[in-house]
Nanobody, 126 residues
Framework: QVLLVESGGGLVKAGDSLRLSCAAS????????MGWFRQAPGKEREFVGR????????YYAESVKGRFTISRDNAKHTVYLQMNSLKPEDTALYYC???????????????????WGQGTQVTVSS
């Protein structure tokens, strides 16, 4: 069982930066692929990016590529989402998720993740 708690959300202006954190409980954090998703009101949950167990590989949605960066600190059981050049369309509830590594799974899809946090709200004003 993994408990995930996101923090760092808030209200910012377009062009600002924000860093989200996701703290995980449990001794096996380093074994999980960690993903970030977001959901805006009236829209489906959307993949933002993911990072492998060691932090050596990341993958991002086209909508955030070049602006967002995911990193992790396995010693602190924490994954981060650095968001730069924020846009109003980035406004959403942001979730982190942990997924066991299985060959053939599509980790840009929500089904691939076993555990989810409660989310942290990010609001970007124009």
């Amino acid at each position: 069982q993994v408990l995930l708690v996101e923090s760092g959300g808030g209200l910012v202006k377009a062009g600002d930066s924000l860093r989200l954190s996701c703290a995980a409980s449990g001794p096996t954090f380093s074994m999980y692929i960690m993903g970030w998703f977001r959901q805006a009101p009236g829209k489906e949950r959307e993949f933002v990016g993911r990072i492998n167990w060691s932090g050596s590989t990341t993958y991002y949605a086209e909508s955030v590529k070049g602006r967002f960066t995911i990193s992790r600190d396995n010693a602190k059981h924490t994954v981060y989402l650095q968001m730069n050049s924020l846009k109003p369309e980035d406004t959403a509830l942001y979730y982190c998720a942990a997924g066991t590594s299985y060959s053939g799974r599509d980790y840009s899809r929500a089904y691939a993740y076993n555990y989810w946090g409660q989310g942290t709200q990010v609001t970007v004003s124009s």
